[in-house]
């Protein structure tokens, strides 16, 4: 029994299928376009100013890049050419899956050592909005106060 995708490689493919190709496309762009402005925000982070607003899942977002950009390429290029050669990306999406599941630990190390150094630098933490909103680390409980937030845990130096 062949495999279907190989014995499909080259056939063109319908109309529906390009648009649908061209969507995952779209979404899979996504995080390559958000991927500046959540580098530039940690950045900043790193010079511990007095309100530091940390995500954890942009880290694993950061981390998903390569593979997003592969599948982008890939899903782009059936939308455009109508023809379905993702066989030949095989190769390419290997590696980058590779780097990806990489990345992903090298994430889950971050978020655990950021955070372990801002609880040693004297930080607290505001409450959540909600359980997807992100988490803000403050040097002085005020600013909990001005967000309208209640102190989760107090900064060092407020004790």
Known sequence: MKNKLIANVGETVTIKERLSSLLVAGIFSLGCIF???????????????????????????????????????????LSITGKNYLAKFKPILIYSLRLTAFLLVVAFI?????????DQHGYGTCWKRSLYSETVYIKDAEECKKRGSEV????????
């Open 110 to 118: 971050f978020n655990w050592h950021f955070t372990t150094v801002l």
């Open 152 to 159: 989760l845990r107090k900064p060092r130096s407020a004790y």
């Open 35 to 77: 991927a500046p402005s959540i580098i530039s925000n940690y950045i900043i982070s790193f010079t511990y100013p007095d309100v530091i607003s940390f995500n954890r899942l942009e880290t694993f977002i950061l981390a998903i890049i390569p593979a997003s950009a592969v599948y982008f390429l890939m899903f782009f290029h």
